[in-house]
């Protein structure tokens, strides 16, 4: 027999807390996976952001659960490494503050994972970005260590790119691309297959499954996450998390 997994995906946190309730909601949940995005809300304080990253790192470190926390394109340009951002809500004030958590932290953040035929990314890996980074030098075998290790030797490679302002372009790396691009770019593919996506980055009132892909972006308007149990998907809200 094999041992149950329960994954429970939780979509942008902008210095939100209600991952905790999520978490008290979901005692029995092996995995927590973080899509990205910690930072640069509009109306919660700076410092209060960081404090919930703080916390969600401290849960990450001491919980004994296994917490994945990915990379978002809010976060990104926090890394001290990367040196200019235009993105909205980018916060210059805290810039030191965020750069220095996440640089002191950044072993426990990574690019993209995958579980149980899941590949969760912030935004989404394209075939279209994979063939562009990689030329033919990839497999689906390897995917998740080598875009790992790419953002680790070349962290630039995860810039915005493409001519679209909204992100909205096939080429477009996992902590930009946009649904439509992303599911043009993955249609039919050997990774559509394979692999069902789990991603955040655009706004949904509510969970939406759409071309093998989960959009769980939905805090802005609701409470809704994914849970994984045996590799079976379940959309729950924290009104009803039965």
Known sequence: TTIQMKTIAIGDIHGRTIWKRIVEAEPDADRFVFIGDYFDSFTISGVEQLANFEEILRFKKESGKDVVLLIGNHDYHYFP?????????????????????????????????????????????????????????????????????????????????????YGDDTYQTPIWIRPRSLKIANNNTNLYRKYIQVVGHTHRPNVEFSGRNYFIDTFDEGNEYLSINDGVAKIKSLENTN
């Not at 210059?92 to 958590?101: G, L, R, T, W």
């Not at 080598?146 to 490679?157: D, H, M, Q, W």
Request: hydrophobic share 35%; charged share 20%; net charge positive.
């Open 81 to 165: 490494e990367i040196t200019n951002s235009n993105t909205s809500g980018f916060q210059p004030k805290m810039y030191h503050s965020f750069a220095s958590v996440i640089g002191d932290n950044r072993k426990h953040l990574q690019m993209c994972y995958e579980a149980d035929g899941y590949l969760f990314s912030h935004a989404g890996i394209s075939v279209s970005w994979l063939k562009n980074v990689f030329k033919k030098d990839w497999n689906l075998k390897t995917l998740v260590d080598r875009v790992n290790e790419l953002f680790e030797t070349k962290p630039g490679l995860f810039k915005f790119t493409g001519l679209d302002p």
